[in-house]
C-alpha cells in the first residue's frame, strides 16, 4: 500500500509540472474597413480655364487663373469621396487673394485638411506700346516688325539704351535695356513673362541730317523777370552756359513797362522821367563796363553768339488796366488807343496797348529803335514781336485815326470793326510800319538783322492786325520767330507756318518760338525732344526757347540740348 502510494503521489506531482498544450491560432480574419477622405475635383465657375491640381500626398490644391485674372473673392467648387463632408462646403466663395484650408470629415469619422493656394499664370503676350531711346527721350516709329528711330546727328548710335512702355512683363534677346548698338539694323527677341512666347523685331538709327548753319536762340526777358544778367559776373556766367549748350544766339528784352536796357534820350524826352537813368531797366547792374547792353552784346560775341534786342511791349501800354501815372502817358495822355465798343483799347480785357496807328506812336517806336541800333554799333539784330506792329482787331477809334481814315477814304469809319475795307486800311497801316522799320534800321546799320516774333496765322491777323506773310512778301523779314507755344497743337502750328513760309519767301527765314518755361511750368523733356525732333523733320531754321531761366531751372533740359546741339554751328548769313 505504500509503495502503491507513493507511486501515486510521484506521478501526480509530475502531472502538475507540464503546461497545456496552446490553442491553435485561428489565423486573420476580416476587419473594418476606414475610408481616407479626399478631394476628387476642384472647379470654379467663373475661371473654367483655371487650371487645378490636386495633389494627395501634401494634401494640396493648387490653382492657376488665366493670365489677366483677378485674385478676389470667387466661388470654389469640390466633387469629395462617398459620404464626406467639407467645412467650408462646396460652393462657399473663397478670397483667392490668400490661402485658405477646407477640412475634411469621413464616414467613420476619419479628418483630412487640404490647403487651396492661387497663382496667376504668366503672360504669353509680347505686346508693348512703345519703344524709347533713353537720354534722348525719342520714340521709334513701328511699322510690322520694324521699328526706326532718327536721332540728332552727334548720336552715338552703337551705345544706346531703350526703354519699352508695356502693360506685360517682357524680356529682350539681347538685352537692349542696358546697351543697344543700332550702328547697324539689330534684330531683337521681345520674350513674354511665360519665357517661351517671343516676337522678333528689327531695329534701325537714322540720324538728322548734320547742322552747319542755323539759329539757336534763347529769350532773355527784362530784369523784372531774372537776375541771371543783372550784374557783369552773372552776365559771364549766364553766357558760359549758352555757350556750353551751344547756343548762338540770345534775344534780349529791351523794351518793357516804359523802361529800356540802355540810357535813352528819347526815352526822357517823351515821358515825365527825371533822369535819364531811371527808364533804364538795367540801372543797378554792377561790374564791367556799367552798361549792361554793352557787356552783353561783347561778351556774348567772345563766345560766338549773337545778340538781338527784342522790343517785348511794342505798341502795347500795360497789363492789367491804363494807368495815366505811368511816364508814357503821364506826357502823353492822347496816345491810348481806343476801341469800337468807346473803351481803351485791349486785348482780351488784359493786355492795353496805345494807339498803333498813330504816328507819333509809330515815330516813338522807331525813335527807340534806331538809337539803340545807333548807340550799339555791333548789335546783331532787332526784333518786333506779337505787340510790334500790332493792335487788337478792334482798335483805331481814336477821333485821330478816324478822321485819318475819313481824309484818305472820303468814308466814315464802320462802327464794325471788321468791315473788310476798314480792316485792310489798318493792315497796310502795320505792315507799311514793318517795312518802315526794316528799311530805317538798314539805313542806319546795313548788317543788323530786322527780326520779327508774330502770333501764328491767321490768328495774329485776326486778333492783334498781324499780317506776317506781307512783311515776308515786302522783303522786310531777316528772320521769323513764330510763337508756337500751344504744346498740343506744336506740329500743326509749325507745319502750318512753315508752308506760309515757303509761300512767301524762296528762303527760309522761320523758327519756331519753343514755351520751354511757362511762369513756373517747365517743359516736359519728353515734350521738348519731340518738338526738337519735329523741327528738323520740317526744315525750320532752327529754334528759339522762351525762356533763359528754363535752362538754369532744368538739369534735364541742359543735358538734352547738349545731346541734340552736340557741336557748335555757325549762325547763318541772313
Same mark, same amino acid.
Given at each position: 500500500?505504500?509503495?502503491?502510494?507513493?507511486?501515486?503521489?510521484?506521478?501526480?506531482?509530475?502531472?502538475?509540472?507540464?503546461?497545456?498544450?496552446?490553442?491553435?491560432?485561428?489565423?486573420?480574419?476580416?476587419?473594418?474597413?476606414?475610408?481616407?477622405?479626399?478631394?476628387?475635383?476642384?472647379?470654379?465657375? *467663373?475661371? =473654367?480655364? +483655371?487650371?487645378?491640381?490636386?495633389?494627395?500626398?501634401?494634401?494640396?490644391?493648387?490653382?492657376?487663373?488665366?493670365?489677366?485674372?483677378?485674385?478676389?473673392?470667387?466661388?470654389?467648387?469640390?466633387?469629395?469621396?462617398?459620404?464626406?463632408?467639407? @467645412?467650408?462646403?462646396?460652393?462657399?466663395?473663397?478670397?483667392?487673394?490668400?490661402?485658405?484650408?477646407?477640412?475634411?470629415?469621413?464616414?467613420?469619422?476619419? +479628418?483630412?485638411? %487640404?490647403?487651396?493656394?492661387?497663382?496667376?499664370?504668366?503672360?504669353?503676350?509680347?505686346?508693348?506700346?512703345?519703344?524709347?531711346?533713353? @537720354?534722348?527721350?525719342?520714340?521709334?516709329?513701328?511699322?510690322?516688325?520694324?521699328?526706326?528711330?532718327?536721332?540728332?546727328?552727334?548720336?552715338?548710335?552703337?551705345?544706346?539704351?531703350?526703354?519699352?512702355?508695356?502693360?506685360?512683363?517682357?524680356?529682350?534677346?539681347?538685352?537692349?535695356?542696358?546697351?543697344?548698338?543700332?550702328?547697324?539694323?539689330?534684330? *531683337?527677341?521681345?520674350?513674354?513673362?511665360?519665357?517661351?512666347? &517671343?516676337?522678333?523685331?528689327?531695329?534701325?538709327?537714322?540720324? &538728322?541730317?548734320?547742322?552747319?548753319?542755323?539759329?539757336?536762340?534763347?529769350?532773355?526777358?527784362?530784369?523784372?523777370?531774372?537776375?541771371?544778367?543783372?550784374?557783369?559776373?552773372?552776365?559771364?556766367?549766364?553766357? @558760359?552756359?549758352?555757350?556750353?549748350?551751344?547756343?548762338?544766339?540770345?534775344?534780349?528784352?529791351?523794351?518793357?513797362?516804359?523802361?529800356?536796357?540802355?540810357?535813352?534820350?528819347?526815352?526822357?524826352? !517823351?515821358?515825365?522821367?527825371?533822369?535819364?537813368?531811371?527808364?533804364?531797366?538795367?540801372?543797378?547792374?554792377?561790374?564791367?563796363?556799367?552798361?549792361?547792353?554793352?557787356?552783353?552784346?561783347?561778351?556774348?560775341?567772345?563766345?560766338?553768339?549773337?545778340?538781338?534786342?527784342?522790343?517785348?511791349?511794342?505798341?502795347?501800354?500795360?497789363?492789367?488796366?491804363?494807368?495815366?501815372?505811368?511816364?508814357?502817358?503821364?506826357?502823353?495822355?492822347?496816345?491810348?488807343? &481806343?476801341?469800337?465798343?468807346?473803351?481803351?483799347?485791349?486785348?482780351?480785357?488784359?493786355?492795353?496797348?496805345?494807339? +498803333?496807328?498813330?504816328?507819333?506812336?509809330?515815330?516813338?517806336?522807331?525813335?527807340?529803335?534806331?538809337?539803340?541800333?545807333?548807340?550799339? =554799333?555791333?548789335?546783331?539784330?532787332?526784333?518786333?514781336?506779337?505787340?510790334?506792329? +500790332?493792335?487788337?482787331?478792334?482798335?483805331?477809334?481814336?477821333?485821330?485815326?478816324?478822321?485819318?481814315?475819313?481824309?484818305?477814304?472820303?468814308?466814315?469809319?464802320?462802327?464794325?470793326?471788321?468791315?473788310?475795307?476798314?480792316?485792310?486800311?489798318?493792315?497796310?497801316?502795320? !505792315?507799311?510800319?514793318?517795312?518802315?522799320?526794316?528799311?530805317?534800321?538798314?539805313?542806319?546799320?546795313?548788317?543788323?538783322?530786322?527780326?520779327?516774333?508774330?502770333?501764328?496765322?491767321?490768328?495774329?491777323?485776326?486778333?492783334?492786325?498781324?499780317?506776317?506773310?506781307?512783311?515776308?512778301?515786302?522783303?522786310?523779314?531777316?528772320?521769323?520767330?513764330?510763337?508756337?507755344?500751344?504744346?498740343?497743337? %506744336?506740329?500743326?502750328? *509749325?507745319?502750318?507756318?512753315?508752308?506760309?513760309?515757303?509761300?512767301?519767301?524762296?528762303?527760309?527765314?522761320?523758327?519756331?518760338?519753343?514755351?520751354?518755361?511757362?511762369?513756373?511750368?517747365?517743359?516736359?523733356?519728353?515734350?521738348?525732344?519731340?518738338?526738337?525732333?519735329?523741327?528738323?523733320?520740317?526744315?525750320?531754321?532752327?529754334?528759339?526757347? &522762351?525762356?533763359?531761366?528754363?535752362? !538754369?531751372?532744368?538739369?534735364?533740359?541742359?543735358?538734352?540740348?547738349?545731346?541734340?546741339?552736340?557741336?557748335?554751328?555757325?549762325?547763318? @548769313?541772313?
Amino acid at each position: 500500500m505504500s509503495a502503491l502510494f507513493a507511486t501515486m503521489l510521484i506521478s501526480a506531482m509530475m502531472s502538475a509540472c507540464v503546461k497545456p498544450a496552446p490553442t491553435p491560432d485561428p489565423g486573420p480574419g476580416p476587419k473594418p474597413q476606414i475610408e481616407t477622405p479626399a478631394i476628387l475635383s476642384v472647379s470654379l465657375p *467663373v475661371y =473654367p480655364q +483655371a487650371q487645378i491640381t490636386i495633389d494627395d500626398s501634401l494634401s494640396a490644391v493648387d490653382i492657376v487663373l488665366p493670365y489677366g485674372s483677378k485674385l478676389g473673392r470667387t466661388q470654389v467648387e469640390y466633387v469629395l469621396t462617398d459620404s464626406t463632408t467639407a @467645412d467650408p462646403a462646396s460652393g462657399s466663395v473663397q478670397d483667392l487673394s490668400q490661402p485658405f484650408k477646407v477640412f475634411l470629415t469621413g464616414k467613420s469619422g476619419a +479628418a483630412r485638411k %487640404y490647403v487651396f493656394n492661387t497663382t496667376l499664370a504668366k503672360s504669353n503676350l509680347t505686346a508693348f506700346k512703345w519703344m524709347t531711346i533713353n @537720354d534722348y527721350y525719342i520714340q521709334g516709329s513701328k511699322s510690322g516688325s520694324e521699328i526706326s528711330f532718327t536721332l540728332p546727328y552727334g548720336a552715338d548710335l552703337s551705345s544706346l539704351s531703350i526703354s519699352v512702355a508695356s502693360d506685360n512683363i517682357l524680356s529682350f534677346e539681347p538685352d537692349i535695356t542696358t546697351k543697344a548698338d543700332l550702328s547697324s539694323p539689330l534684330t *531683337v527677341k521681345v520674350i513674354a513673362e511665360d519665357g517661351v512666347t &517671343f516676337k522678333e523685331y528689327t531695329l534701325k538709327a537714322d540720324k &538728322f541730317p548734320e547742322e552747319t548753319e542755323t539759329v539757336r536762340a534763347v529769350y532773355l526777358p527784362s530784369p523784372s523777370h531774372t537776375s541771371s544778367f543783372l550784374s557783369y559776373n552773372s552776365v559771364c556766367k549766364s553766357l @558760359d552756359l549758352l555757350q556750353e549748350l551751344n547756343f548762338n544766339c540770345l534775344f534780349v528784352g529791351c523794351w518793357d513797362k516804359a523802361k529800356v536796357a540802355w540810357d535813352s534820350e528819347v526815352l526822357l524826352a !517823351n515821358t515825365n522821367y527825371q533822369s535819364i537813368s531811371a527808364g533804364n531797366m538795367y540801372r543797378n547792374y554792377t561790374g564791367g563796363s556799367g552798361d549792361a547792353l554793352a557787356d552783353i552784346i561783347s561778351e556774348a560775341h567772345k563766345r560766338n553768339i549773337k545778340v538781338i534786342l527784342w522790343f517785348e511791349y511794342g505798341f502795347m501800354h500795360r497789363v492789367g488796366g491804363v494807368d495815366f501815372t505811368d511816364p508814357i502817358l503821364a506826357k502823353h495822355p492822347g496816345w491810348i488807343g &481806343f476801341g469800337s465798343d468807346g473803351n481803351y483799347s485791349n486785348y482780351n480785357g488784359t493786355d492795353f496797348y496805345l494807339n +498803333a496807328y498813330d504816328p507819333q506812336v509809330q515815330q516813338f517806336m522807331l525813335d527807340l529803335i534806331l538809337e539803340a541800333v545807333r548807340l550799339y =554799333p555791333e548789335l546783331d539784330g532787332v526784333q518786333g514781336d506779337d505787340r510790334l506792329p +500790332a493792335s487788337p482787331r478792334n482798335s483805331g477809334y481814336n477821333e485821330s485815326t478816324k478822321a485819318l481814315y475819313l481824309a484818305q477814304t472820303g468814308r466814315e469809319a464802320p462802327s464794325d470793326c471788321n468791315d473788310a475795307d476798314w480792316v485792310k486800311w489798318r493792315l497796310d497801316i502795320l !505792315n507799311a510800319f514793318a517795312v518802315r522799320m526794316h528799311d530805317e534800321v538798314k539805313a542806319l546799320n546795313s548788317k543788323c538783322l530786322v527780326c520779327f516774333a508774330p502770333n501764328k496765322y491767321p490768328w495774329a491777323e485776326g486778333t492783334l492786325m498781324q499780317c506776317w506773310p506781307q512783311w515776308v512778301k515786302d522783303g522786310a523779314v531777316d528772320l521769323l520767330t513764330v510763337q508756337c507755344y500751344v504744346t498740343a497743337n %506744336y506740329e500743326n502750328d *509749325v507745319n502750318s507756318q512753315a508752308a506760309l513760309m515757303k509761300e512767301n519767301s524762296d528762303r527760309m527765314l522761320f523758327q519756331p518760338a519753343m514755351i520751354l518755361k511757362n511762369g513756373s511750368a517747365l517743359l516736359p523733356v519728353e515734350l521738348l525732344s519731340e518738338e526738337l525732333c519735329h523741327n528738323r523733320r520740317v526744315g525750320t531754321l532752327g529754334e528759339a526757347q &522762351f525762356w533763359f531761366e528754363g535752362l !538754369n531751372e532744368s538739369e534735364q533740359a541742359r543735358k538734352l540740348f547738349k545731346l541734340f546741339y552736340s557741336t557748335p554751328v555757325a549762325f547763318p @548769313d541772313l
